[in-house]
């Protein structure tokens, strides 16, 4: 039996469409494309997913569809960090629009491009809609080995996004609708390029973590080219090696060190003629999931925190009224409880830190955060070693990704999800695999720069190091100035 679903978005927008009788609200909504939060794929263990179900805030996982219901989302539009750092683009002349895509975990950066000009026309981005499966990339993997259905599913909801998105970018640059792309080049991270491209996952799911292809991939998707980024390894993709291609690693002669935190940290570090790379399993505390009152880099999002005499000031996105805590915020917030020592150095808070009357750090929040800093320490501390330089040898640390560009160094320094050490040579950089991305669309000679470097770069697996254990418990403790 059908049920009508009448849902109003947060922007005040309407639609309505029909649901099984006795399936969860999650369900629905998600088959009928509507992203919900909800980092624990609907188990309801993470309880994102909320909604307005007839008047009343209810859990959408939890929520049976047993008679029509009038469903209103207050899930803000994210703010997604679609700007980079580079000024020109190198072209081949071609005459024709490219587009150009970073698939991020949990947001996509696309871009419309002059091929000839090498000028960017338009820039959008949106939301993972893959994110209804899970915050990361074990929970979709799982879900697209349980059928090849669900493996399809995975692409369709991909696919579906990145035609609208590009919809928006013609639109946005004054182009007709139908008006032809001639070059579509996609990167991310392992996982998301696997799933994009409808490729078995199983390989990078399990050790020894072998990937589908690695090489610069061409296949035909809804009928059109595209090129998918060439990956060095199951955990450090297609992204990371255009952001070592926008970082100009190939080309520097000092020891650069590339930090790219998200969901999934990837490190990369050009020394002398060696090229190394790592994958740290972060996981999403610093995009808001698993953290209570956490939530993406929304209009309303606590965005930074700091003293303010004997109490403290906080930021919101957009100057709105707080609705939670995004990944910046929460790095200030600990870094605040340290210095007041709030938080002992080994982690331990005696009671709640309430920012306002409904939004607070909790002290299993502080676990998240140790787990996720130490994991990126490690990361660092490892290829350094392996290098055989300190950190005085490193000429400058390039952030890149939006959380990467947000935060406040010194408050990465003071929890230490940084060296200290290296606090003076962070340099934003942007969204750097976007960038990267722009300059394989546009040129035949940066797309042969990717590959040498993808080639060049010499994976370190991290939790096959005998020292990396040890290492990452002496991280778990917190560092304050």
Known sequence: MKQLITLTSAEGKTVSFEAEKGETLYEALSRNGVGLSAPCAGRGKCGKCKVEVNG??????????????SVRLHEAESSILTKGNKLSYQTDGSRGLAYA??????????????EFTGAQLAATSFLNPQRVHGADVISRMSFAEESLKNRLLLQREILDALDQGLQT?????????????DTRVFV????????????????????????????????????????????????VGADTVAAMLSGDLDRTRENVLLLDIGTN??????????????????????????????????????????????????STIGGKTASGICGSGLVDAVAYLLEEELI??????????????????DPADIREVQLAKAAIAAGIDILLDRAGIGYKDVASVQ??????NFIDVHSACTIGLLPP?????????????????????????????????RRKARYIELSAQDDFEDIYTEKLLFEAD
Do not use: W
């Open 101 to 114: 895509v970073d698939i991020g975990t949990t947001t996509v950066a696309a871009y419309l491009m002059d």
């Open 56 to 69: 009343e805030i209810r859990l959408a996982c939890q929520t049976p569809v047993e008679s029509d219901l």
């Open 421 to 453: 050490e290296l606090e003076k040579k962070v340099i934003p950089v942007g969204n750097a695999a976007g960038d990267g991305a722009k300059m394989m669309a546009l040129s035949g000679e940066a797309l042969s720069r990717a590959e040498s470097l």
């Open 169 to 181: 970018l013609l639109k946005k640059a004054g182009f007709f609708a139908d008006t032809k792309t």
């Open 265 to 314: 940290g990837e490190i990369a570090l050009k020394c002398k003629d060696e090229l190394l790379c790592c994958s740290c399993a972060a996981g999403p505390a610093f995009e808001g999931a698993h953290i209570a009152c956490g939530t993406g880099a929304i209009a309303g999002a606590v965005d930074h925190l700091r003293a303010n005499g004997q109490s403290f000031e906080y």
């Open 188 to 235: 991310g991270n392992t996982a998301m390029m696997h799933l994009f491209g409808g490729l078995d996952t199983s390989g990078i799911a399990k050790a020894p973590y072998i990937p589908a292809y690695t090489a610069l991939h061409r296949q035909t998707l809804d009928g059109c080219a595209a090129l998918l980024g060439g990956c060095i390894s199951g955990y």
């Open 344 to 361: 002992t150095p080994v982690g331990r808070m005696k009671e709640r830190f309430a920012i306002t009357d409904s939004i607070y750090i």
């Open 399 to 404: 952030l890149a990704g939006g959380f990467g």
